[in-house]
């Protein structure tokens, strides 16, 4: 299996604050990566494919980058509906897994 | 507007089967650029992989559950199930089905359920 390690698991940030959140992957996974965003009491919801791609009606705040086994995640400028944890998932083979997780949480 | 809905029984028994059916209203259900999955999440912790199936009944299961577990289809109802047997407290957990869409560059779950809770526990 793929293993996905996400940093830090959990952070404290002020609104209008840069995050990052960094994901590392045990072997190559080409640019097979998503990223998913959950708050309290609901499901996952999809923020960014492939690596660096936005999904449809996701805010421009929201970026990621990297290839190969090192990928990055960050929000330009925090907001309040932004504080939630956040899910790296890999799609380069089977089982596909997630990352631990990173809280992001209010400063 | 495609919605998944799972339901299900909400406590099960130690050493007994948990069954839950995910029932998908809206959109296309067929389509070959879907993979229907399940997904599961302990409190507190990760998201967990469990295993998905095509419109056409092919499946694929997590290894770290593959001997326990079957998800089953009905294209006629637009519903799809997941059955896990031998349960123990291990298995409880908020467990969501959701779309897995590939097409081109796209590979992901774009669609969820809103989950539902599983105790296992006498």
């Given at each position: 299996d793929i293993q996905m390690t996400q940093s830090p698991s959990s952070l404290s940030a002020s609104v209008g604050d840069r995050v990052t959140i960094t994901c590392q992957a045990?072997?190559?996974?080409?640019?097979?990566l998503n990223w998913y965003q959950q708050k309290p009491g609901k499901a996952p919801k999809l923020l960014i494919?492939?690596?660096?791609n936005l999904e449809t009606?996701?805010?421009?705040r929201f970026s990621g980058s990297g290839f190969g086994t090192d990928f990055s995640f960050t929000i330009n400028?925090?907001?309040?509906?932004?504080f939630a944890a956040y899910y790296c998932q890999h799609h380069?083979?089977?089982p596909l897994t997630f990352g631990g997780g990173t809280r992001v949480e209010i400063k | 507007q495609v919605q998944l809905q799972e339901s299900g029984p909400g406590l099960v028994k130690p050493s007994q089967t948990l069954s839950l059916t995910c029932s998908v209203s809206g959109g296309?259900?067929?389509?070959?650029?879907?993979l229907w999955s399940w997904i599961r999440q302990p409190a507190g912790k990760e998201l967990e992989w469990i295993g998905h199936i095509s419109p056409t009944g092919n499946t694929n299961y997590n290894p770290s559950l593959k001997s326990r577990v079957t998800i089953s289809i009905d294209t006629s109802k637009k519903l799809y199930s997941l059955k896990v047997t031998s349960?123990?407290?291990?298995?409880t957990a908020v467990y969501y089905c959701a779309r897995r869409l590939f097409a081109g560059d796209y590979d992901a779950f774009d669609i969820w359920g809103q989950g539902t809770k599983v105790t296992v526990s006498s």
């Open positions: 045990s072997q190559d996974i080409s640019n097979y494919y492939d690596a660096s009606g996701v805010p421009s400028g925090l907001q309040p509906e932004d380069s083979d089977l | 296309y259900f067929s389509s070959g650029n879907y349960v123990t407290a291990a298995d």
